[in-house]
């Protein structure tokens, strides 16, 4: 794969530094690979968008699964993760997950990162669901990931890693043969580096997380606009499974205007016996699964989703009270907190949850060491589909994921798969062609894709809402091709866009994926349909800007995508 050579309007950089690599992003997934390319003695600048610590790693309240407990197997672990997957897990990609965890939980650990223990000094590992094993570690009760992200950036510092921080990422930089050759990026303050500048690298990594923001309410932080994502497909790159995205079940209802980031009540909460109520205090999620409140996420988000329906709602409640207030206050003091800032005791008084988007099960597409379709162009994390996940992620295998593919993509740059010279950019184009959306397409973009592409979706919403962001794509473009004119420069321009290109994807792949498979929830095809649909949905974007989307023919992702083709005849949309 080249690059489409669309680029998003910005000035040419201003400066210029150079690196063997250069990691996008500051979760675990970008941290860890920093970390292991330095420990290798390659030149490591981490390159983040706001402060090291501010992405979703931070929020994430669960824990790392992996088979850590005494009786417990990867093999089991592997079991529970492709039931969950509903058929479009890669296997190999699982296994290579639940046999390499348990190790690169133990590094994280001598890296500085604390976990709970038990009375008796091992681990104190919990449920979630989806697992018949007691395999989520976890840290400070429901702040998990806010100590993960503690010790990988103490360490960072500690070992004088180059960081840019408040830097927006804006596009790949490529060689004349389509290369990889660093990245353009905006830095926001002041500094030695400020505004449009180059981080020249042959080796980039990805790690930019999700895109939580491209519907009104998610557990997603505000700087998940799906940069990554955009990015890559600018540049050529394949994305895979975008329809996917999961719907957190229990996240901390605020009322029917609320937007933006919401707070999460982790499925630890229920893990530990809390009961899934409607307003007359009736479990309902029994006789729905044999796991019951544990039941994967998808499974609970759309029983809580019927329910809400059934009953004329816009929650139901998550009751703990029979934790007591020691429970609370010393298990999940992270979500007790937030509860009573919003006015809600989880001590004395169920606690109104609904569904909210909260993980992107699909992503840029890689391979067993993080390739992506573009020859030095790495991905992990949130913003990668591995393949691990298919059509529902297992809770928490997210933090394990990106341990675990975070230092195999530094494995494979430290043996020299990408050539160690930084190849010469091709100059920035004086008059680029993609044009800018005014920031306040923003909330647009959310409410069409909350209403058409949300928990619930059909041929008709789908269709409302790609008619609806084409024709934000297309004034945009008449503007700028028949008035010269586009939304001046700035971060929150680029974010708009952003959002608009991946938002654009994933009603593509949800209007395609005519079935009902994990969290994805087609009212008009209810059925799962293994037949024409245990495959998974690529896309890729042409240099017209049009969408080529194709179905692979297996659910298996193949050993390299370095330069995969598509297996059916593209569907331009």
């Known amino acids: 794969m080249t690059s489409t050579g ?8 201003g400066w210029a530094i150079a690196a063997d690599v250069v990691v996008v992003g500051s979760g675990v997934a970008g941290l860890t690979a920093a970390l292991r390319c330095e420990a290798a003695g390659l030149r490591t600048v981490v390159v983040t968008k706001a402060r090291l610590d501010d992405g979703s790693t931070r929020w994430a309240q669960g824990g790392v699964a992996a088979a850590l407990g005494e009786g417990d197997t990867p093999q089991q672990h592997l079991d529970d993760t492709l039931v969950a997957g509903v058929g479009l897990c890669d296997a190999e990609a699982v296994r290579i997950l639940v046999t390499e965890g348990p190790d690169a939980v133990r590094r994280l650990i001598a890296t500085g990162a604390h976990f709970d223990e038990s009375t008796e000094g091992g681990l104190a590992l919990t449920r979630e669901g989806g697992h018949h094993r007691r395999r989520i570690a976890h840290a400070g009760g429901d702040a998990t990931g806010a100590e993960i992200s503690r010790a990988l950036v103490e360490a960072v510092r500690a070992r004088g890693l180059r960081t840019i921080e408040n830097a927006l990422v804006l596009d790949l930089l490529t060689d004349a043969d389509g290369r990889t050759a660093g990245v353009t990026l905006h830095v926001m303050g002041e500094g030695q580096h400020d505004g449009v500048g180059a981080v020249h690298a042959p080796a980039v990594v990805l790690a930019t997380g999700g895109m ?3 519907f009104s309410a998610t557990t997603n932080p505000s700087v998940s606009t799906g940069d990554g994502v955009a990015l890559a497909l600018r540049a050529g790159a394949e994305v895979s499974d975008l329809e996917f995205v999961q719907f957190h079940p229990t996240v901390l209802f605020l009322g029917p ?33 044999e796991l019951a409140e544990l039941a994967p996420r998808d499974i609970v988000a ?5 329910r809400m329906q059934e009953r004329g709602a816009d929650h139901m409640y998550l009751d703990a009270r029979h934790f007591g207030a020691d429970m609370w206050e010393h298990r999940f003091p992270t979500i007790l907190a937030a509860c009573r800032a919003h006015g809600i005791d989880p001590v004395t008084e169920p606690v ?10 699909g992503g840029v ?31 928490s295998n997210s933090l394990l994921e990106g341990l675990v593919y975070a230092e195999r993509i530094a494995a494979d740059i430290a043996a020299g798969t990408v050539d160690a010279r930084v190849p010469a950019p091709l100059a920035h184009p004086e008059h680029p062609e993609h044009p800018l959306l005014p920031p306040e397409a923003r909330l647009t973009i959310q409410r069409i894709m909350t209403e058409g592409a949300g928990v619930l979706r059909s041929a008709d919403s789908l269709t409302r809402a790609a008619d609806r962001l084409h024709g ?68 890729r974007l042409n240099p017209d800007r049009t969408l080529a989307v194709h179905p692979t023919d297996t659910p298996e992702f193949p050993p390299t995508v370095h330069g995969a083709q598509p297996t059916h005849r593209p569907q331009e949309q």
């Open 352 to 361: 109104p949850v609904a569904p909210a988007a909260h993980y992107a099960s």
């Open 257 to 289: 205007d609320a937007e933006g980031q919401q707070p999460l009540v982790s499925e630890a909460v229920r893990g530990e016996g809390a009961h899934l109520v409607d307003a007359d205090g009736v479990r309902f999620m029994l006789g729905q699964h």
């Open 212 to 214: 939580g923001q491209v």
């Open 472 to 539: 934000l794509h297309a004034e945009a473009r008449e503007a700028l091709h028949e008035h010269g004119k586009t939304s001046e420069p700035g971060v929150d321009t680029w974010e708009a866009t952003n959002l608009l290109c991946v938002a654009r994807v994933l009603v593509a792949a949800a209007a395609r994926r005519e079935e009902t498979r994990g969290c994805h929830w087609r009212e008009d095809h209810a059925e799962r349909d293994d037949t024409t649909w245990r495959r998974h949905i690529v896309v």
């Open 365 to 395: 597409r890689t391979d067993a060491h993080g390739r992506t379709t573009v020859p030095g162009l790495y991905a992990c994390g949130e913003v990668a589909c591995t393949g691990v996940h298919g059509a529902n992620r297992l809770a």
């Open 6 to 13: 669309i680029r998003l309007h910005a000035p040419a950089p």
């Open 302 to 306: 759309k029983a809580i989703t019927r």
